[in-house]
């Protein structure tokens, strides 16, 4: 007959379920967050180098998390292959035109595999397969890229230009020092008053003549201020007469076709009255008769 459980026992045996229990629902919520639950794709890429991988390194495209380095091996030709996990959902992505490339958020460290998407139709790499690789840029090929070289030879090409014009600059001799000297005896020569600029700077008759012609010409602006003013009082009222004679003319020219058309219709309305007239029978007998025309002879010139 079995031995009854006793109250101790069953207490034990309800704290281990429980723990159980918690340890379960524990890893459902931790491998809910990391992805332990969904579907992968297992693909490779083979390298030169390593780059600083490590399993668990991302996988990302378009800068969004597909999947995770699982792990990295040699090869008997010494190449790196990297064994790729991607999340199965995002395998149609997996294209054979697309690459995996070696990025970073920053310039030295924190690698991930970015794989730089292919066109759409272009057919799927199959599970398993492997993804064609670019190779990272060390810096010798940045520098490389940059043509360092040619920079630096331009920048020599510069600096020997600026040596030679300081050169010059600095030269008495030079075309800069002789201009220099040539303002300065031309300064001095006018400050002492020697040649046509320094008479007429130190003649005090010029200055007179200078004046003399300002206050003439602030004259005549006066004289040309009063009479632009005295026109723009007188204009306005002279204007507004020739408006008003310009509507006039151009009322009567309006008018001027109706009034000859109204005068012969009044000519023609006379000649129908005296046309019946001349037909009237009491009339026409008194009516003077026509002239007859006259019928003159000019007399033969004899020849010579």
């Known amino acids: 007959m079995p031995t009854p459980y006793t109250r101790k026992e069953k207490l034990a045996g309800l704290f281990f379920l ?5 340890i379960f629902l ?5 491998g809910g967050g990391r992805d332990w639950f969904r579907s992968y794709y297992s693909y490779y890429a083979l390298y030169n180098d390593g780059y600083g991988l490590s399993p668990g390194v991302k996988v990302k495209l378009r800068r969004t998390d597909i999947g995770l380095v699982t792990k990295l091996e040699l090869t008997d030709n010494n190449k790196v292959k990297v064994h790729l996990s991607i999340l199965a959902e995002y395998a149609d992505r997996i ?10 958020p ?14 759409p139709k272009t057919t799927v ?54 201009m220099l000297s040539d303002v300065r005896r031309v300064t001095s020569s006018v400050a002492g008053g020697e040649g046509t600029l320094g008479q007429l700077v130190a003649s005090d008759a ?14 005549i602006t006066g004289d040309f201020s009063s ?61 003077p008769q026509n002239p007859e025309p006259e019928t003159q002879t000019v007399p033969a010139r004899s020849g010579r």
């Open 227 to 287: 009479v632009s003013g005295s026109l723009g009082e007188s204009l306005p009222p002279i204007v507004g007469r020739i408006g008003a004679i310009t509507r006039e003319v151009e009322q009567t020219t309006r008018r001027a076709p109706e009034a000859m058309r109204d005068a012969r219709r009044g000519l023609d309305n006379a000649n129908q009255v005296l046309e019946s007239v001349k037909r009237n029978f009491l009339i026409r007998g008194n009516l």
């Open 26 to 30: 524990g890893a459902v919520i931790v």
């Open 125 to 178: 790499i199959p599970r398993g397969g492997q993804i064609p690789a670019v190779e990272r840029k060390s810096i010798e090929d940045y520098f490389r890229d940059l043509r360092l070289d040619v920079m630096l030879a331009r920048a020599e090409a510069i600096m020997v230009n600026i040596d030679s014009l300081t050169a010059q600059l600095q030269d008495p001799a030079g075309p800069f020092m002789g």
């Open 95 to 104: 294209k054979t035109d697309c690459v995996a490339a070696i990025g970073s």
């Open 18 to 22: 429980a723990g159980l229990g918690l």
């Open 106 to 119: 920053t310039f030295i460290g924190s690698e991930y595999v970015d794989i730089l998407p292919g066109s």
């Open 206 to 219: 010029a200055f007179r003549v200078i004046e003399k012609i300002l206050t003439d010409v602030q004259a």
